[in-house]
């Protein structure tokens, strides 16, 4: 079946730095992309989304980057801070929201 | 003001026992959701309500049993449970029926032992 999942289960990045989590999906039919960050005991919270139709959609110091070509999604933040240490999960729509497995994030002092 | 709140937030009952989870949003959504998270974070929709209505029930024993007594509320009840059970699940909403910007509640830690 239908699948998305993450390259890494962990990364680790020293405060200041820039992160980028990555995320492959692989059904051509998705036309929405979700990211959320889970903190330790908390739900997913939102962080940002994207549609099918672009390729890169800016927040508050994070980025997403949508490339349908090789099916893949990224997600950037600009300067880590200790308080981005946390679970990110790619989440793509077809008929209902599929959440891939992943990514801990750890901010390094 | 919590947008999406579930109770209990942990749960710890025994083998066989039949236990409730309650979920409320008051952001006025029409679909609200139930997950579960296993213990490697992997989340996966069980089942979808639009306006009290079934949409999605994903492939669920059918020991669990979602109740919506209206469209700010979704219940999760369990019959018979068992130790495979144990996850955390979480309630979420949307203003759509397929998900987007869904928020979540702060989950439900089931313990069975």
């Known amino acids: 079946g239908e699948s998305v999942g993450l390259h890494l289960p962990t990364l680790s990045v020293q405060e200041g730095d820039n992160s980028i989590i990555n995320c492959a999906y692989s059904?051509?039919?998705?036309?929405?992309f979700i990211w959320y960050k889970q903190e330790s005991g908390k739900g997913p919270q939102f962080i940002i989304d994207i549609r099918s139709n672009m390729d890169k959609r800016q927040g508050q110091r994070v980025t997403v980057l949508l490339n349908k070509t090789v099916k893949h999604l990224s997600l950037q933040i600009a300067a880590t801070q200790p308080g981005d240490s946390a679970v990110y999960f790619c989440a793509e729509r077809q008929r209902q929201l599929t959440f891939g497995s992943g990514t801990q994030l750890t901010v390094l002092p | 003001d919590t947008a999406v709140s579930q109770t209990p937030k942990y749960l710890v009952t025994q083998m066989g026992n039949d236990k409730s989870i309650k979920c409320e949003q008051n952001l006025g959504h029409d679909t609200m959701y139930w997950y579960k998270q296993d213990s490697k974070k992997f989340l996966k929709i069980m089942f979808s309500y639009n306006n009290k209505e079934l949409i999605i029930n994903e492939t669920v024993p059918n020991r669990f049993s979602p109740k919506s007594p209206d469209k700010a509320h979704l219940n999760l009840h369990i019959n018979s449970l068992e130790l495979g059970d144990s996850a955390v699940y979480f309630c979420?909403?949307?203003?759509?029926?397929?998900?987007?910007?869904?928020?979540f509640g702060q989950g439900t830690r089931l313990t069975v032992v």
């Open positions: 979420a909403s949307s203003q759509d029926s397929r998900g987007s910007e869904a928020f």
């Open positions: 059904n051509s039919a998705s036309d929405y």
